[in-house]
């Protein structure tokens, strides 16, 4: 489909938040799941500014791969419980990947302007006698965002939010801040960074809806300019910021990551996933790009801290050294981009591995990563469905372009995904192509959604909040550059008793 064609497609976000917030969403399995057991005036909820549930839309920021997909819905089912303790009128829980199939709804902004249309009752779901309405509902006030693994205690969501007053623009969330300036956020406010707040998803956050409203109508005005989408929730609080004109982040406190304070009003299952038994090590192909210059002082690094954990690896260059060994490829080296070697690296995989190799990891070779936690990771993925995994960056997805998988954090291939890829007449341009973006482009075209995980780094630890890493069992991260990277690896990644025997994980298969 072409980009004009995707941007018509789109079924909005904040349209359906800011024109249809009166429709009932919950589907009759759902309704049947969930029992009110008691009412709102009764719980305690104190009526400060006298919102209650149906004021509240919570929109939980999915994806369409199974497992998260899954995930997603047993977070909705949890909200609409809750709710039903409350009051019998269930408040609206969106799952962002069933709003657009356009690949750019991850990012958010770019459905705001979008108006519903009747058409969207096909991406909810609609029973006969169900209420749906395209008319905007006075009662809304608030939208709020969590990821699927946020975990929320929906009465003091509530009572937390009745402290703001609706009527004001409000940005609400658990505030990160920069230790230093940093790549992935383009260096700003170098000057001190530490000055601008943006939210961690994994607590939550909330706009009020005459925030959105102005949100919406300055981008039906103007385009967003940046071509690349690299850390959204700093992108998010920039755009709303809009160089002072826009409110900064508050901070709530009761928006938290973990359980440690009796007030919160969200936490983050922040275990790794496992969904059974972990991926066995033989059934993932590990491929570390090199080229005959990082020979001494790379390779020794990736031999010293992870390769162990490997049973199959391979070393892939411009240059044949028996002593590593390497294998060339017959693909010249290049200075930046490297899509010639990694289409190669593809092909070598589905036509001279073994059949039973599921999985194959691309890394540099100066990626860091725990094998053992991918292992764990891996579990939660169907390996016969086309999987492409890592930390998504996006191009131009304002204007109907891409997902990818950044390279540097490692790319995860599914078998059946690279078999796909392979199929197509999708190829690089040229040699020095970069390859992340070349495999973004060419999934994008086969409808072979990208699948996130935060748990994969493109840069390095100091380039991300303490706060932020403190809710993660981090999987990859990448660079040398000013940094011990077996220290790294020894402190954040190196196999621990908790990696072997992780017994909290089991909840993933349990709950599922």
Known sequence: ?????????LPALLSL??????????????????????NLEKSGISKKNDIDLKGIVFVIQSQSNSFHAKRAEELRRGILQQAADLTQELPRV??????????????ILPLLPQYVEL???????????????????????????????????VPELLETLRRYDPSKEWFLGKALHDEESTIIHHYAFSENPTVFKYPDF?????????????????????????????????EIALYIWDKGDGPPLTPVPELCTDS???HCATTFHSSLPLCGNPVKKEDIFVAVKTCMKFHGDRIPVVKQTWAGQAVLIEYYSDYAESSI??????VPNTDRGHCGKTFAILERFLNHSHDKISWLVIVDDDTLISISRLQHLLSCYESGEPVFLGERYGYGLATGGYSYITGGGGMVFSREAIRRLLASKCRCYSNDAPDDMVLGMCFSGLGVPVTHSPLFHQARPVDYPKDYLSHQVPISFHKHWNIDPVKVYVTWLAPSEED?????????????
Request: net charge positive; proline share 4%; glycine share 4%.
């Open 1 to 9: 489909m072409r980009p004009a064609a995707r941007r018509r497609a």
């Open 17 to 38: 938040l800011t024109c249809s917030l009166a429709f009932t969403l919950a589907s009759e399995d759902v309704k049947k799941e969930v029992t009110p057991s008691k």
């Open 94 to 107: 969106l799952l962002l990947h069933e709003l657009s199939k356009q690949e750019g709804a991850w990012t």
């Open 119 to 153: 058409e969207m009752c096909k991406f909810l779901t609609f029973q006969p006698g169900h209420s749906f309405s395209v008319t905007y509902n006075r009662n809304s006030s608030w939208i709020f965002f969590c990821e699927e693994e946020t975990r929320i205690q």
């Open 202 to 234: 994994a607590a939550g956050w909330a706009l009020s809806i005459p925030l959105l409203n102005k949100l919406t109508k300055r981008l039906k005005s103007e385009s967003l300019r940046s071509d690349f989408t690299i850390d959204l929730k700093h």
């Open 260 to 262: 440690v304070d009796a």
């Open 325 to 330: 060994p390497t294998v060339d490829l017959g």
């Open 500 to 512: 072997k025997a992780r017994p909290e994980t089991q909840g993933f298969k349990d709950e599922l």
